[in-house]
């Protein structure tokens, strides 16, 4: 399965702009043979939560969804985009609550998968959004189990791991990394990708978008914890092949996903002193 | 806190020079101001898990333990040190089970904290030893919380977590690390260091012992998932600075530990389902 990721400078809230920067995207994708089309957090709208949440009218984003879907049609490949979604609750103006989620159609626009963004990161993502609390699903596509991450999600070991106890191959994290934080792709991707034996692509954005500053740095990191491609900090269409192959040679060499001791962890984490200063919970 | 690391070639089951290049280390460390040296896995007798299983005299443990105790004591300098110990078990042939075990002593050596492996890596250490079920202890070690993994353990982000949520700020791994495995040290440290904001040092083998051939390429990675020091594929004595300052700054900079969501990856692990195909216990 031949993968392409976007990486690109969003205009806020010009939704025409963003649609037409993945439109070309994906036409340059498909030319090359890719199946896929991976694009970076909330890009269609832009990322900027305090802007979005206060502008974006989102009666339409149905609309939005069905001219993505459009795009994925007339080029003929899967893609993976990130826009708001309404939650079921309603914040204290009586609006609905809006999730970050992520939706991997195929090239017939279809919907396959959707997931919700279940770690928010910093106080304007936390104002804009609610964080959501369903795993990572996984589904087929061209013969690889499939997941979706978004941004600092990937960040955290067990958001991987929940995709991979459910039979993740291929992890796709559409992202917005601030500049400075070249370690999240160049360490923790790989490592993600090589600990829980699978594929990571990570798409960011680039440049200046609100008041936000991305670096770019989008990868695609293999279950070696190799990287398979990557960008630098300006706009670039990274393409990586990722087999079901190179995943199961990893996890035959050293079975890592099989030699966890869930069980034991589980008891560890119930059994934690409540005077650990750093221990998480205890200072929420 | 000064923190030295020994990288060497042990001899398998000649403690007499395994011990001398232990107490050579300390000294130099002990000159160079460091107030802790820590060393590799199992190196006071070679790592060679069947020969070692199969010829060692286990009533000479105690003997071995006071001489690496008044190796600490003569150069006034603290020491992690890894070597066989007898579990509660016993083996098919009536003898008790053996841990794979690691001791920190203080420069009296006085033992501050023990520590048994949980992941054992490979046939024949599970022919020759049996896995261990406690978590990582935490102990103050010159201002800083200390805590204690062995080699395969620390390629787990679980048993890096374990020690972080009781309030670790320094990690100390002991390995024997095979030739090739350079994404180990190079992605998993650093990544374990940066997810869970903590120090951590590793110390490799070099060379080849028993059938084994070592890659060297011991390292401590800091908070930011950046390496303070790091050895090439011969013998070395790393020193870094430690302090708990850079684990608190990191700490502060982004909540990895405090915006955790355990009780999430609790229900998520418990409603696994069967069907995923390498979801780990499903196989086991």
Chains 1, 2 share one sequence.
Not at 210 to 228: C, I, K, M, N, T
């Amino acid at each position: 399965m031949l993968l392409s990721v976007l990486q690109a400078n969003a205009v806020v809230l010009d939704v025409e702009a963003n649609l037409w920067t993945i439109d070309d995207a994906a036409k340059r994708a498909a030319d090359a043979g890719a199946d896929l089309l991976l694009t970076p957090e909330l890009f269609p709208v832009g990322y900027a939560p305090l802007r979005v949440r206060a502008e974006l009218d989102p009666a339409k984003l149905p609309a939005i969804r069905e001219r993505l879907a459009d795009i994925a049609r007339r080029n003929r490949i899967g893609m993976v985009y990130s826009l708001p979604a309404e939650a079921d609750g309603y914040n204290s103006g009586g609006s609905p609550d809006w999730y970050i989620s992520a939706t991997l159609i195929d090239a017939t626009g279809a919907e396959l998968l959707t997931y919700a963004k279940v770690h928010l990161f910093g106080g304007e993502e936390r104002q804009a959004f609610v964080a959501a609390a369903q795993p990572p699903a996984v589904v087929d596509f061209h013969g690889i189990r499939t997941s979706l991450l978004i941004c600092y999600d990937i960040e955290f070991p067990e958001a991987a791991r929940a995709a991979a106890g459910r039979g993740a191959e291929l992890l796709l994290v559409p992202t917005a990394l601030s500049a400075g934080y070249d370690a999240v792709p160049q360490v923790l991707i790989r490592a993600r990708a090589l600990e829980s034996q699978l594929n990571v692509a990570y798409a960011n954005h680039c440049g200046a978008e609100d008041v936000y500053e991305f670096g770019g740095g989008s990868v695609v990191a293999g279950p070696d914890g190799g990287l398979l491609a990557q960008a630098g900090d300006t706009p670039a269409l990274l393409f990586a092949e990722t087999g079901p192959e190179a995943v199961r040679a990893a996890r035959d060499k050293v079975p890592y996903l099989r030699e966890r001791r869930p069980g034991l962890y589980r008891e560890w984490e119930e059994n934690l002193p409540r005077e650990a200063g750093d221990s998480g919970d205890s200072e929420a």
